[in-house]
């Protein structure tokens, strides 16, 4: 199948860490037709041969988990193109559209990895020239939009041009092999699906956590608004929807997406009021991470002397429907935190009477980690098997451990590679709709009122540490703790 792969920003960050890297992986691992193409385009002065030598030196400063030679990266410099373009203008639009034209591939995927300011007025460009016909397909990264009245701004400027099956809105965390398998755990199996409810679970935690600051990007992240836009409105409210979603009748896109927005229409709403006692919001300080000093928020390239941009958000929500009432389901985000790690934590309800000796108030639960590898752990209680006398019949906690790693080896594929052959297959079921979007919105909207009207709600947290104390307050006062205090 010819096709053709358009990435706009292609010499940004996510293009060269992220995009051009799952492509390559997806070229090495025979997934991409011989007679596909792939544009990178930007405003830097490059041609297709400068760009190629700029793209192996970014290559050569990543690290792979399956080494490239350089007969396999020649090979795929074979499907490369360059087009120098100032994407804002309508000349630009138009060279776009004859580098297209030059040939009727089956689909053309053109990839918006550029400021999501930039959408409304990029795609009301591609429909002028003609690039909005059936063949087209438009993927948005995130964020989309500031607050619900910016994204719904930017999706009735893309929905004008485009039709719903041509938009791909991105959240790379529904393409993890955990999230794929947290589906396929639930509904693949029966198991669980039994247990999955406020009968059996008590709590849910999802965690989110970046040892790393904002990096070379203080300015952009002190004016896009922090962690509670940046992170979760998008990816964790999306991983939520994964765990609490009923059994969709099919994979059908639509199907999967009507069981998430559900979910999202079913979260008890937060009234300002709410904010004080249910969300917790926090910003890093100097402090020690790995041995060695790192600075404060305020201290960062770009970021203001004053800023009260949250980098930490922990916020407590409920689910009002008959499988989740009463069920805390506990978020947290954060960077500069002690260690670079995504879980989400099911905890199972204690046995009703306990008749062995064991660790008191141990619960059964199940973990489904998504970075730094991803893998999925029962915990479980089993009988000592040593000889100790103080030990024999007591009961001790156990893992049973699935390292998909280890299970599939190079057989697994990273997110963003499997999402970009979903959008080359024209699939959608990984792809975020915008009612969702809308409805995730809606929720933390009173958040970012409640947080605009009061900044003294910012709570400072020393850089290496779990975030501010106020967090583990948010869950004790469920009896609950997040995994590193257990």
């Known amino acids: 199948m010819a096709f053709d792969l358009v990435f706009l920003g292609g010499t940004g960050d996510l293009a060269w860490r992220k995009l051009m890297p799952a492509v390559f992986q997806a070229f090495r691992h025979g997934a991409l037709p011989p007679e596909g193409r792939v544009l990178a385009s930007s405003r830097e002065d490059l041609d297709r041969a400068g760009y190629c030598t700029w793209l192996r030196a970014k290559f050569d400063s990543l690290s792979w988990d399956e080494p490239f030679t350089?007969?396999?990266f020649q090979a795929f410099v074979g499907m490369l193109d360059y087009l120098r373009l100032d994407i804002t203008k309508p000349e630009a639009h138009q060279a776009?559209?004859?580098?297209?034209?030059?040939?009727?591939?089956e689909s053309v995927v053109i990839y918006l990895a550029v400021a999501p300011a930039l959408f409304g007025g990029l795609v009301t460009g591609l429909g002028r020239v003609g690039l909005n016909d059936r063949?087209?397909?438009?993927?948005?990264?995130k964020p989309l939009g500031y607050d619900l009245a910016s994204a719904t701004a930017i999706?009735?400027?893309?929905?004008?041009?485009?039709?719903?099956?041509q938009i791909f809105r991105i959240d790379h965390y529904l393409g993890k092999q955990s999230v794929q398998n947290l589906m396929a755990l639930r509904f693949g199996n029966s198991l669980f699906e039994p247990l999955w409810r406020r009968?059996?679970?008590?709590?849910?935690?999802?965690?989110?956590a970046e040892d790393l600051g904002v990096e070379q990007r203080g300015g952009y992240y002190d004016r896009s608004g922090g962690a509670l836009r940046d992170m979760m409105q998008n990816h964790m409210l999306q991983l939520l929807c994964?765990?609490?979603?009923?059994?969709?009748?099919?994979?059908?896109?639509?199907?999967?997406?009507?069981?998430k927005l559900k979910v999202l229409r079913s979260l008890k709403p937060l009234t300002v009021a709410d904010v004080a006692s249910n969300v917790i919001r926090g910003q890093y300080r100097a402090g020690r991470i790995q041995?060695?000093?790192?600075?404060?928020?305020?201290?960062?390239?770009?970021?203001?002397?004053n800023s009260t941009t949250e980098t930490f958000v922990a916020l407590r929500a409920e689910i009002q429907n008959w499988r989740w009432a009463g069920v805390p389901f506990f978020l947290r985000t954060g960077k500069r935190l002690a260690q670079r790690t995504a879980d989400i934590v099911v905890n199972f309800r204690a046995v009703p009477h306990p008749i062995f000796a064991g660790p008191a108030g141990y619960q059964n639960r199940l973990v489904i980690r998504l970075q730094p590898e991803d893998s999925i752990e029962l915990d479980l209680l089993a009988k000592a098997s040593n000889r100790s006398k103080s030990e024999q019949g007591r009961l001790v906690p156990v893992s049973l451990n699935l390292d998909f790693k280890e299970a599939f080896g190079t057989q697994t594929i990273e997110a963003y590679e499997r999402l970009l052959r979903k959008v080359l297959a024209g699939r959608l079921d990984l792809f975020v709709r915008f009612d969702e979007q809308q409805a995730a919105w809606r929720y933390v909207a009173p958040i970012i009122e409640a947080w605009s009207s009061d900044p003294e709600s910012l709570r400072m947290y020393n850089a290496g540490s779990w975030g501010p104390p106020a967090s583990s307050g948010l869950l004790a006062r469920d009896g609950a703790a997040w995994p590193e205090e257990r």
């Open 242 to 259: 994964m765990v609490a979603m009923e059994p969709p009748a099919s994979e059908d896109a639509d199907a999967v997406r009507d069981e």
């Open 291 to 305: 041995g060695g000093t790192v600075p404060g928020y305020r201290e960062e390239e770009g970021v203001a002397a």
């Open 70 to 72: 350089d007969a396999e």
């Open 135 to 141: 063949r087209v397909r438009v993927v948005l990264e």
């Open 96 to 105: 776009l559209a004859e580098w297209v034209n030059q040939r009727s591939a």
């Open 199 to 208: 009968e059996w679970i008590e709590n849910v935690q999802i965690t989110i």
């Open 155 to 165: 999706n009735d400027a893309v929905s004008a041009v485009l039709q719903e099956y």
